[in-house]
């Protein structure tokens, strides 16, 4: 089992930029495929971006791609998420996931709490 700690969400201009991180704890971190989601007010929750255990392959959403960039730390236990160019449309509460599966559609069975990010125009 693995718990699960956002945080570095906040608020930023349009065009600015915030790096999330989401701690994990536990000795078994790397064999996690992470994910990183979204939801904004009033909508469903959507993928943003994924990493496998090594960190090597990463898979984004349509949306954010070119913009966002997952990574992660295994030494650490954690895995970011740099968000750059960021839009209003980017306004949401993030959630960063644990998968014993690589992909945006795998089974993610681990969920932090969340952070909001709100972006003003």
């Known amino acids: 089992q693995v718990q699960l700690v956002e945080s570095g969400g906040g608020l930023v201009q349009a065009g600015g930029s915030l790096r999330l991180s989401c701690a994990a704890s536990g000795r078994t971190f790397s064999s996690y495929a992470m994910g990183w989601f979204r939801q904004a007010p009033g909508k469903e929750r959507e993928f943003v971006a994924c990493?496998?255990?090594?960190?090597?392959?990463?898979y984004y959403a349509d949306s954010v791609k070119g913009r966002f960039t997952i990574s992660r730390d295994n030494a650490k236990n954690t895995v970011f998420l740099q968000m750059n160019s960021l839009k209003p449309e980017d306004t949401a509460v993030y959630y960063c996931?644990?998968?014993?599966?690589?992909?945006?559609?795998?089974?993610?069975?681990?969920w932090g709490q969340g952070t909001q990010v709100t972006v003003s125009s």
């Open positions: 990493i496998s255990w090594s960190g090597v392959d990463t």
């Open positions: 996931a644990a998968s014993n599966d690589y992909g945006p559609y795998a089974n993610y069975d681990y």
